[in-house]
C-alpha cells in the first residue's frame, strides 16, 4: 500500500496539474477569446464552490453570505488598482491615502481577501453563535446589508451606478491559479486533523466539544477562510469583466453556488468542482435558447428544477461528502 | 398631532399590516412544519398579478379579493402538495434549501411570462382620495390596507382558535406524531396551514400593489425576508407574535426613515437588518414570550 501511494501521490497530483494547466493552454490557443473568458468565468465558480463547501460541507455552516463578500472584495480590489487619475474623475469623494495609492493585481486581491476576512471574523463573532437556517437567513440579511452599503456610500463606491472601466488585469491563467489554490486548500484541509475537526463538528456539534474540539473557533476559522476566498474570487471576477454594481453578486448567485455544493454532494470537494463546471456550461449553454425564445430565467429555473430533483432522489448529492478514489490517494495520506 | 407624525403613523401601520399578512402564513407553515418557506414571499407576487389580470378584465374589487385568496391558497397547496411533502422529514437545511429552490423556479417562471419590466398597478380613483379625521388627513389606500388585514386577521383567529380545523392545527403544530395518533389527518391539515397562509399572502399581494402603484416578478423577495424578521421579532411559529412583529417593523422602519436626516433613508434595509442580527443574538425566541398555545 505505502508503496503503491507514494508512486500515486504528489506525482499523480503533479500529472493532474500538468494536465490542466495543458488544457488552459490549448484552451486558449484554440478558442475565442469570448470562450476563454467563460472558461475563466467557470474557474472562478470552482474556487467559490470550492470555498463555499469549506464552511457549509466540511464545517457544517450553512451560510449564503459569499455575495456579500465578493461584493467586498471586488471594490476593495477595484478601488486599489485604479489608477490615481481615473479615480479624480469617478470617485472624487475618495479618501487622499486611498485617491493615490495603486497596487499591482496581486497585493491588491491580497488586501481584498484579508478585509473579506476581518469583515467575516466580525461579523461571524455574533452570527456564529445561530444555528441552521437562523444562519442562513442572517447571512443572507449580510448580503441585503453590504448592497446598501454599496449602493449608499457613495464617496467609495460611486453608488447604484457602480464602477466601471476597472483595469483588465485578470486573464485565464490567474483564474487556473486561483482554482487550484483553493481546491488545493480544501482538499488538503479535509484530509487534516483540523478537516476532521470541522467535520465532527458538523456531524455533532456536542461530541466535538466533549472530544476537545472547539466548536466555535473551528466555525469561525471556516467562515473566515470562505469569505477569504470569496472576496479573492470577487476581485478576480471584477478584474476580469471590468464592472461591478452594488447588485452585481446578490441572492440569485449565493442560490446558485449553494445549488452546485448541494448537486455535487455537501462535503465533498471534488463534487463542488464538477457541479461548478456542469451549472456554469449549462447556464451558458441555454443562453442562446433564452435569447432566440426571449424567455430570459430559463436557464436559473433548470438550475433549480435540477437542485429539487437532485434533493428528492439522491439528497446527498451526487458524491455524497466524500472524494474518488484517486483523490484520496493523492490527498489522503495516513486517512485514506 | 401633527398631521406629519399622524401620517408617519398610517404610513407604518399599512406597511406594517402588510408585512403581518405575510408574516402570520410564514409564522403558521414554520410553527407545522418547522419549514423557513423562502417562497412564501412570492405568493404577494402571485397575489399582486393575478389582481393586476383581474382589474383587466374589468371584474368588480370584491371578487378579485375572493378569487386572489383563493389562487394564494391552491398556489400554497400546489408548493406543499409537490414539493414539501415528499422533503418532510429531511434535514432543516435540505427543506431550506428546497423553499429556496422553489422561489427562484417562481420569481424566473414570472421573468419568462411577465418579463421583468414593472407594471403599473393603481387602485380606482376613489381609493386615492383623503379622508379628513379631525384636523388630520390620510389616504383612503392606507386605511383599506390597514382595515382590511385587520378583517382578514380576525377571520383568521376565529379559523385557528373557534373551529375543529383549528384545533387540529395546533394539534399538528404542538405534536405531529401525536396529533397522528389521534386521528387527526396530519397531511390535510398541513395542507390547509398552507393554503390560508398562503391566501393571506396573496391578500397582501393585492393590497401591495395598491400601496406602492407598481409591480413585477421579484417582488417577492422584500416581503418574504421582512416576514421571516417579523416572525423572529415576535417569535418563530407564533401568529400573535408574527402579527405584532409585523406591525412593529412596519412603524420601526417607517420612523427610521421617517424621524432620522434624508442621507439616512438609503440605509432603511441596512438597518431592518442588523436589527435581525442583533434580536437573533439577544432575544432568539422573540421579543415576547411565546406560549404554547399561541402556536398553530
Known amino acids: 500500500m505505502a508503496v503503491d501511494r507514494g508512486f500515486t501521490g504528489p506525482l499523480a497530483g503533479i500529472a493532474i496539474l500538468g494536465a490542466g494547466a495543458a488544457l488552459v493552454y490549448g484552451a486558449q490557443m484554440a478558442l475565442s477569446p469570448y470562450l476563454v473568458t467563460l472558461l475563466a468565468i467557470m474557474l472562478i465558480n470552482v474556487a467559490l464552490a470550492v470555498s463555499l463547501n469549506i464552511g457549509n460541507g466540511l464545517a457544517g455552516l450553512f451560510s449564503l453570505g459569499h455575495p456579500a463578500f465578493m461584493t467586498i472584495g471586488a471594490y476593495a480590489s477595484a478601488i486599489l488598482t485604479f489608477p490615481p487619475g481615473r479615480k479624480d474623475f469617478m470617485l472624487p469623494d475618495l479618501p487622499s491615502f486611498l485617491m493615490t495609492t495603486q497596487l499591482p493585481l496581486l497585493p491588491a486581491l491580497a488586501v481584498a481577501g484579508m478585509i473579506g476576512a476581518v469583515v467575516a471574523f466580525l461579523v461571524g463573532l455574533p452570527v456564529l453563535r445561530l444555528k441552521g437556517h437562523y444562519l442562513a437567513v442572517a447571512t443572507l440579511g449580510l448580503i441585503v446589508i453590504v448592497q446598501g452599503l454599496a449602493t449608499n456610500w457613495t464617496g467609495l463606491t460611486r453608488g447604484g451606478s457602480g464602477l466601471n472601466g476597472i483595469p483588465r488585469l485578470t486573464g485565464i491563467w490567474w483564474c487556473f491559479g486561483f482554482a487550484v489554490l483553493v481546491v488545493y486548500t480544501a482538499l488538503r484541509l479535509k484530509f487534516s486533523s483540523l478537516g476532521r475537526a470541522m467535520m465532527a463538528t458538523r456531524e455533532n456539534a456536542l461530541a466535538a466539544e466533549s472530544a476537545g474540539v472547539s466548536t466555535y473557533r473551528i466555525r469561525m476559522l471556516a467562515f473566515v477562510l470562505g469569505a477569504f476566498f470569496a472576496a479573492v474570487a470577487g476581485g478576480l471576477m471584477v478584474h476580469l469583466i471590468t464592472v461591478v454594481t452594488p447588485r452585481s453578486y446578490s441572492v440569485v448567485l449565493a442560490f446558485n453556488l449553494v445549488a452546485m455544493v448541494v448537486i455535487g454532494g455537501t462535503g465533498s470537494i471534488t463534487g463542488s468542482i464538477v457541479a461548478a463546471v456542469a451549472l456554469t456550461g449549462l447556464s451558458e449553454a441555454v443562453r442562446p435558447l433564452e435569447e432566440r425564445l426571449g424567455l430570459y430565467g430559463l436557464s436559473q429555473v433548470i438550475v433549480a428544477l435540477g437542485l429539487l430533483l437532485v434533493l428528492f432522489f439522491r439528497p446527498n448529492g451526487l458524491l455524497g461528502s466524500g472524494e474518488p478514489r484517486f483523490v484520496r490517494r493523492i490527498f489522503g495520506g495516513s486517512l485514506a | ?296
Open chain 2, 1 to 296: 398631532m401633527s398631521q406629519y407624525v399622524f401620517q408617519q403613523i398610517i404610513n407604518g401601520l399599512a406597511l406594517g399590516s402588510l408585512y403581518a399578512l405575510v408574516a402570520i402564513g410564514f409564522s403558521m407553515i414554520y410553527g407545522i412544519v418547522r419549514l423557513i418557506n423562502f417562497a412564501h414571499g412570492d405568493l404577494v407576487m402571485i397575489g399582486a398579478f393575478t389582481t393586476l389580470a383581474l382589474v383587466g378584465y374589468g371584474v368588480p374589487w370584491p371578487l378579485i379579493l375572493m378569487f386572489v385568496l383563493l389562487v394564494g391558497a391552491l398556489a400554497g397547496m400546489t408548493i406543499e402538495a409537490t414539493v414539501f411533502r415528499p422533503m418532510r422529514g429531511a434535514q432543516q437545511v435540505t427543506g431550506f434549501i428546497a423553499t429556496l429552490a422553489v422561489s427562484i423556479v417562481i420569481q424566473n417562471t414570472g421573468l419568462m411570462i411577465l418579463s421583468g419590466q414593472p407594471r403599473n398597478f393603481l387602485f380606482p380613483a376613489f381609493m386615492r382620495q383623503r379622508v379628513q379625521i379631525g384636523t388630520v388627513s390620510a389616504s383612503l389606500t392606507d386605511l383599506t390596507i390597514i382595515g382590511l388585514t385587520v378583517v382578514l386577521i380576525a377571520l383568521l383567529l376565529v379559523i385557528v382558535y373557534r373551529t375543529r380545523l383549528g384545533t387540529a392545527m395546533r394539534a399538528t403544530a404542538d405534536n405531529l406524531a401525536a396529533a397522528r395518533l389521534m386521528g387527526i389527518a396530519v397531511n390535510r391539515t398541513i395542507l390547509t396551514a398552507f393554503a390560508i397562509g398562503s391566501a393571506l399572502a396573496a391578500a397582501a399581494g393585492l393590497l401591495w400593489g395598491g400601496k406602492f402603484g407598481q409591480i413585477d416578478p421579484l417582488l417577492g423577495f422584500a416581503p418574504g425576508l421582512k416576514a421571516f424578521i417579523a416572525c423572529v421579532i415576535g417569535g418563530v411559529g407564533s401568529i400573535g407574535g408574527a402579527m405584532l412583529g409585523g406591525y412593529l417593523l412596519g412603524l420601526a422602519e417607517v420612523l427610521f426613515v421617517g424621524l432620522l436626516p434624508p442621507q439616512f433613508a438609503g440605509y432603511r434595509d441596512v438597518f431592518v437588518f442588523t436589527l435581525l442580527i442583533v434580536i437573533l443574538l439577544l432575544k432568539p425566541s422573540g421579543l415576547f414570550v411565546r406560549h404554547v398555545e399561541e402556536r398553530a
